[in-house]
């Protein structure tokens, strides 16, 4: 009997010690995410801050491009004068690269700054970039800018238009993309430093330029499983296989891209399917995604 008691507390240890079960950012994680956005962006921080709250209690917090969702849950805690989230949310922003200055400059954060929280976490500041700098695969950054460079040099956008040039490019994209994924997964903040940290990265834009056959068959699959884990942007799996349909004289399935003229370009009629394939990457349903769209709008002007 003491025997067996043993084991029932070695049991209990053992799986008191374990990881959550492994979030799927599909289904766990990105609807509940742009409902919290939409609860921030129309100023009702409280509810934002519950729905942020779930999520980041089931799922790593990431911060999705064009979302930001750490940074909003950091500035519904300060706007809530919850300080020891704020705090604890801001030093998760330093180790991803956002500087200082970010909080400094944003009245959001002028109580917080003043207050004992506030004052630690300027205090800890230097401590937390060196990490990140540390952490950070900054000369791997400065190869993904200058291929974005190489990626638009013979498209024409500058004047020059050379396709049999494009292609070769294209191509090492394509394997060093493979050679990338394989080896470190989809580079990630944590690795890079934020989207617009200097000049833009944008991985998703090379993916875009692949041949059909590896795309499809290669980089669909492989961006999915990325998108699952919560490091590849979503957005970069909807675009890649909708401008694959379009440029094959066929509708888009996901509503990712939209006519010059307004409206989406050539689309499949059933909206409720389009919302269907849309929530099965992760995307939101056409109305949220179009209520964002209202209010960036109104906000910014485009």
């Known amino acids: 009997m003491k025997i067996l008691s ?43 801050f519950d729905l942020y709250q779930d999520i980041f209690n089931s799922c790593k917090a990431k911060n999705t491009t064009t979302f930001n969702e750490i940074g909003k849950f950091t500035q519904s805690s300060a706007i809530l004068k919850k300080y020891d989230i704020t705090y604890d949310y801001a030093k998760k922003q ?22 004992d929280y506030g004052k630690k976490f300027v205090l800890e500041y230097d401590v937390l970039r060196k990490d990140f ?22 498209r024409g956008g500058n004047g020059k238009s050379d396709f049999t040039k494009q292609d070769s490019i294209d191509k090492l994209h ?28 944008d ?39 909708d401008q694959y349909y379009l440029y094959n004289d066929e509708p888009q399935i996901y509503g990712t891209y939209n006519a010059q003229g307004g409206g989406y370009a050539n689309m499949i009629d059933d909206l409720k399917k389009v919302d ?7 995307l939101p349903p056409l109305v949220l995604k179009e209520k964002k769209d209202s209010i960036r709008k109104v906000k910014y002007g485009f």
Not at 212 to 238: C, Q, W
């Open 6 to 48: 043993i084991l029932l507390i070695l049991i209990f240890l053992g799986c008191a010690n374990e990881p959550k079960n492994k979030c799927n950012y599909i289904t766990d994680y990105y609807q509940i995410m742009y409902r919290a956005d939409y609860k921030f962006d129309i100023e009702n921080y409280e509810k934002a």
């Open 94 to 115: 330093i180790k991803k690269g956002v500087k200082l200055s970010r909080f400094q400059n944003n009245e959001i954060f002028d109580d917080f700054l003043l207050s």
């Open 133 to 154: 700098e540390n952490k950070a695969n900054l000369k791997l950054r400065d190869e993904l800018i200058w291929m974005r460079s190489a990626d638009q040099m013979y």
């Open 174 to 201: 394509e394997e060093r993309l493979i050679e990338l994924f394989e080896s470190i997964g989809y580079p990630t903040d944590e690795l890079l430093g934020p989207h617009m940290m200097d000049y833009p990265v």
């Open 203 to 241: 991985v998703g834009l090379f993916l875009l330029h692949t041949k059909d056959s590896i795309r499809m068959n290669y980089f669909v699959p492989k961006i999915k499983e990325f998108v699952r884990n919560g490091t590849a942007p979503l957005r970069a799996l909807g675009t890649m296989i």
């Open 276 to 282: 269907s394939n849309r929530i099965s990457i992760g």
